[in-house]
């Protein structure tokens, strides 16, 4: 090694080291350990750390929602739609369920805030009876902000069979909400990790059914409506498909991916590729293909 290769990885590696407490040193070391867990060879050799659920899903069935959270990870206060998937589009989602044998174990209906659909009881009353008649053992889930006059009238309506989680949010500053526009391919330790290797929010949520189909997460489709990269698939993955092309193109522009232990921020924070992103999305939103509807049956037909 010369010299001028010592002096480097001493400035690069031993200096920014200098001067920190033991806990300091000892945080430092795990995270740079998690960084090097996603880089491609180690990803290679043991996986990936979170596979993709096959049993849960998260359905995003509006991105219309009455609080405008910092770093809303739908970007319902970045990039605001009124955009929502129709009862059509859940009927479809539940008969191809059916069709290809798939029993959920969890649905859980999020958003945006999923009380404001504008058919959001015709939306429940669909889950109830595909539970009652096909699946029983399925737990159907809401997660509401709880905020405002009406969406706590609608809570109160909410049929029994249904779980509520309220997180009762009061303003736009979240006290547990991250960088999530803090793009990974943004910092430079991230430059060359395997993006497939995704966060755990995939295994632990479940995949994602958006108005423009299936991603690998919720999340990854509220990205493609700002990137506008159309990856929805309009059907479900088999069961042996990892959805791996998905999670290397939005994991690697999701701030969740990042296995820092970040402090949460009370304000917008935004890293180039984003920023750039939501300037192009505001003078022209990106077209994104529809996920397939399917009417109700008429009277008489199966
Ligand atoms: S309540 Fe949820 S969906 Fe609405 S802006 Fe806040 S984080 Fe986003
Ligand atoms: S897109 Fe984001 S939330 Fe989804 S798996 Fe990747 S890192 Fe996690």
């Known amino acids: 090694m010369d010299q001028t290769l010592w002096i480097r990885s001493y400035r690069r590696y031993v200096k920014p080291l200098l001067g920190r407490s033991a806990s300091q040193l000892a945080s430092e070391f795990i995270r740079r350990i998690l960084i090097l ?30 609080l405008k959270c910092f770093n809303c990870n739908r970007s319902c206060e970045q990039q605001p739609t009124n955009d929502h998937m129709s009862v059509g589009q859940l009927r479809y989602f539940l008969e191809q369920s059916r069709a290809r044998g798939v029993k959920w174990k969890r649905i859980r209906l999020v958003g945006g805030e999923p009380t ?38 609608v809570i109160g309506k909410i049929p029994p069979g249904i779980e509520v989680h309220n997180s009762a949010k009061e303003s736009q500053v979240q006290p547990t909400f991250s ?30 059914l958006t108005p423009y189909g299936y991603y690998p997460c919720a999340i990854a489709g509220a990205i493609d409506r700002t990137f506008g990269l159309d ?12 959805m791996e092309p998905e999670l290397r193109r939005f994991c690697a522009l999701c701030g969740h991916f990042k296995r820092d232990r970040e402090a949460p921020v009370d304000g917008p924070v935004q890293s180039p590729v984003w920023r750039a992103a939501y300037a192009r999305a505001r003078c022209q939103p990106p077209r994104l293909s529809r996920f397939p509807e399917m009417n109700e049956p008429g009277p008489g037909k199966p």
């Open 37 to 66: 867990r996603v880089t491609p060879g180690f990803t290679r050799v043991l996986g990936l750390q979170n596979p993709r659920s096959r049993e849960l899903i998260e359905i995003d069935i509006t991105y219309i929602c009455n």
């Open 116 to 153: 404001i659909h504008p058919k959001f009881m015709d939306v429940v009353n669909l889950l109830l009876q595909y539970r009652d008649t096909y699946c029983p053992d399925t737990r159907i889930e809401l997660t509401t902000n709880g905020y405002g006059r009406y969406v706590n009238k």
């Open 179 to 208: 960088t999530f526009n803090v793009a990974p391919i943004d910092e430079p330790e991230y430059a060359k990790a395997e993006f497939a290797n995704g966060c755990p929010i995939t295994s632990e949520c479940g995949i994602g």
């Open 231 to 242: 990856l929805g698939r309009k059907e479900l993955p088999d069961f042996d498909d990892n």
